[in-house]
């Protein structure tokens, strides 16, 4: 079956690395911040100007002045820094942040990522995605395998205005993990109870699969 937006979130989680800077989107990357492994010291970074978020506050710790980029509230680590969004941005495009994990509507075999528009919808802008993606070489987008309508969103290439060319490598879905390169998906794992021939069906981009294709782990 389907991953939930928490599973996702974990399957996520497993490519930090001790030391690591990160930058978490709005949606589902944000809830990586509640699955950081134990004894890993990694520093999340918002766009906002906050370097050192925790996971999400309990009841008792929220605090209304203390949030992330998408407006929800946050907790603070030990060491936490908060900035202006200035000084946000420029650790963002002089390459200081080691990974990013981004919503998308739509990524394509080239590793082109639609994310922020969707025509005759209303836009409030692109946000910081266009930095985020020329800032940093390692991404990861995270989103559902196919929209409501059923409509595959790995395509051959991307149908709606783009985020950014080239610079997607990885996507993890609700149904498989996937690398891009030499112009397709690699398929690397598929979701607990998930058939490589449905990855294939909803997958409207080119699918390679090589060999037997393991079951994350949860």
Known sequence: MALTREQMAQRVARELQDGYYVNLGIGIPTLVANYVPDGMEVMLQSENGLLGMGAFPTEDEIDADMINAGKQTVTTVTGASIFSSAESFAMIRGGHVDLTVLGAFEVDVWG???????????????????????????????????????????????????????????????????????????????????????????????????????????
């Open 112 to 218: 082109n990522i639609a994310s922020w528009m969707i025509p005759g919808k209303l836009v409030k802008g692109m946000g910081g995605a266009m930095d985020l993606v020329t800032g940093a070489d390692n991404i990861i987008v995270t989103m559902t395998h196919a929209s409501k309508n059923g409509d595959s969103k790995l395509l051959p290439s991307c149908t709606l205005p783009l985020t950014g060319a080239g610079c997607i490598k990885k996507v993890l879905t609700d149904l498989a993990y996937l690398e891009i390169k030499d112009g397709a998906f690699w398929l690397k794992e598929r979701a607990p109870g998930v058939s490589v021939e449905e990855i294939k069906q909803k997958t409207a981009g080119e699918l390679v699969v090589q060999g037997e294709i393991p079951e994350m782990q949860f």
